[in-house]
């Protein structure tokens, strides 16, 4: 039995919408400093609608696979639908993740949030935290005992980290040299 399911693999292999959006209406940056994963997401929004979406991701499979996956989810929909969107819902289109890789799919839920907050943000409309219902999960996963070790490849430096101006915390960025998408901005 694989560990991953074909539609991982080929999202992983094959991610969709990766880059940088030239002027985004949103860019949201979460990260997981337990296993080093970090994702970019970045949005342009027409007329309460997301036109465009493109991510990068230093992370594991699964990780390049949930932002892939989605990205697709939330391309073409109204905001209000990618912030219905769940961690289980892109487990769910990827054709399920291993438990061990289930934060994946809640960092890309989480990274479309922030992205979401930063355009509400940026034109004064009022972000209702209650619906990152899965933030409450990011902010306790640096708390939570290390069950397995991850094997990292290249490089790992620390900088600090902030969602969403809520959480302060040491991250662990693995791999600054990722082969999917334009080089990583750490600014």
Do not use: W
Not at 44 to 64: H, L, M, P, R, Y
Not at 132 to 146: F, H, I, K, N, V
């Amino acid at each position: 039995m694989a560990l991953y399911s074909d539609k991982v693999m080929d999202h992983f292999m094959n991610p969709r919408n990766v880059g940088k959006l030239d002027n985004p209406s949103g860019v949201g940056q979460v990260g997981n400093a337990r296993c080093g994963d970090i994702m970019k997401m970045y949005i342009q929004v027409e007329d309460g609608v997301i036109t465009d979406v493109k991510f990068n991701t230093f992370g594991c499979a699964s990780a390049i696979a949930s932002s892939s996956m989605a990205t697709e989810l939330i391309k073409g929909k109204p905001i209000d639908q990618a912030l219905a969107l769940t961690n289980q819902a892109v487990a769910e289109a990827l054709d399920g993740l291993p438990a061990i890789k289930m934060h994946c799919s809640v960092l890309a839920e989480e990274a479309i949030k922030a992205a979401v907050k930063d355009y509400y943000d940026k034109n004064g409309i009022a972000y209702d935290p209650a619906r990152s219902s899965s933030l409450l999960m990011l902010l306790l996963l640096p708390l939570l005992p290390a069950r397995h070790n991850h094997v990292c490849y290249g490089h790992v430096f620390l900088r600090k980290l902030t969602i969403g101006g809520l959480l302060h915390s040491r991250q662990a960025v693995i791999n600054p040299f990722f082969r999917y998408g334009q080089p990583f901005d750490h600014a």
